[in-house]
């Protein structure tokens, strides 16, 4: 069983800039890869971000540039900084892992950017 808790989220400006953190209960270098997923409001959960194993990283379009995803193996803890944030960036942020074919969430963090 791994547990993840996600912290970091809050309200900001348009252009502004948060940072997320996820902080695993086992090691993520035990994990095939990790990452988020957001819900905005009224819609389906939607991939983010992801690291791998190997370190490699992947982003949607809609944030390519403007979010990064990293990750520091000392302290088990996987972070996505996202700069420029628009509205549409809101939502409900889950950050999840994948170990032996078997996917765990956090709880969810809200992340709500406006004016």
């Known amino acids: 069983q791994v547990q993840l808790v996600e912290s970091g989220g809050g309200e900001v400006q348009p252009g502004g800039s948060l940072r997320l953190s996820c902080a695993a209960s086992a090691s993520i270098l035990g994990m095939n890869n990790m990452g988020w997923f957001r819900q905005p409001p009224g819609n389906e959960r939607e991939p983010v971000a992801r690291?791998?194993?190997?370190?490699?990283?992947t982003y949607e379009d809609s944030v390519k540039g403007r979010f990064t995803i990293t990750r520091d193996t000392a302290k088990n803890t996987v972070y996505l900084q996202m700069n420029s944030l628009k509205p549409e960036d809101t939502g409900v942020y889950y950050c999840?892992?994948?170990?032996?074919?078997?996917?765990?969430w956090g709880q969810g963090t809200q992340v709500s950017v406006s004016s």
């Open positions: 690291i791998h194993a190997e370190g490699e990283t």
């Open positions: 999840f892992a994948v170990r032996s074919s078997r996917v765990y």
